[in-house]
């Protein structure tokens, strides 16, 4: 059964136990190295940052917890925790365990508000709002291309955001009645790094064939749709696959990102804000680096002339939207192989 440890050296670790315990999930406190054995996912509870990470060095955790998240134990942090997963905070403190590519600024909302509470959109939680307790919060002030922003206030700046097994909010879930985040790390985040599907909760089986793949040879998948829920599919579906994913909602980031991080094959939506899809994939073809990655159109644009308008974007092949997981695997890895891939028709997954 999974366990799921809370860091308890100070803030409000008591909270989490019992929203964790109260959804069935057995909950551990985490003081030692030793009490991380045999956690499946850690919470990093709020609480005030310089104290837990002069805890953390003074009780040895600090260098144990550096070396299980690179390994890709699954962290959430809230509040506090999400500044101590931070790998740059905008300020003189030295950032802490240096696991997310974020850049985060501490008590960003100043005296006067100090805390306040909000109802934010979370779409990968579903419709409705997520009341949200900002507490001396943080902000996440900028975020690297592996990063998925999952929730913003009105002024667009993000508050809750995640980069594969690690997931950073700047409020506190665990003081409401609200238990969709927790289930959400839960079910979804630590499942997903034990090998049950993210979006049914099925186990999903890695390619037996290989095995699990080293970090430094998994093909990057870049995928570009301003569909958040689709790259919220693509991340956690092709990770569970063993890629590596980077996603971005906008086209021109999107050819920054490909530029930067040399992807191995990159989905791309036609109809994008913006400027289209074909306009991006000309782009991406004017780039001497990106002239042969592959690249494959995923829409539900439809037209007779789809395929054709495609390559002469310089498309390597079209998939339709929604498209069958494993068809989307079979594409990505007849690409990766060279392979010409099948006719826009035969790799719809839809009747
Ligand atoms: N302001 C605190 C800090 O910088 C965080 C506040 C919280 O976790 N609620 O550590």
Redesign the pocket.
Known sequence: MTTIGVLALQ?DFREHREMLEGMGVLAGEVRTARDLDGVQGLIIP?????TIVKLLRTSGLLEVLQRRAREGLPIWGT??GM?LLANRLDEAGLPALQAMDITVR??AFGRQVDSFETDLAIPILGNDPFHAVF????IIEAVGPGVEVLARLPDGRPVAARQGPLLATAF?PELTRDTRLHRFFVEQIVGQSQGSCLTCGTPIERRSHEGPREAACRPTVLCIDDDPLVLHFDRTFLEGQGYRILVTEDGLSGIEIAKQERPDVILLDVMLRGLSGFDICRKLREEHALADTPIVFLTVFDSPNLRAIARAAGATGVLHKPADPEMLVAVIEQVLHGKIIPSPRESCSEP
């Open positions: 803030g709020g609480g005030e940052s310089t509040c506090a500044i501490r008590n507490i001396r919060a943080p506190h």
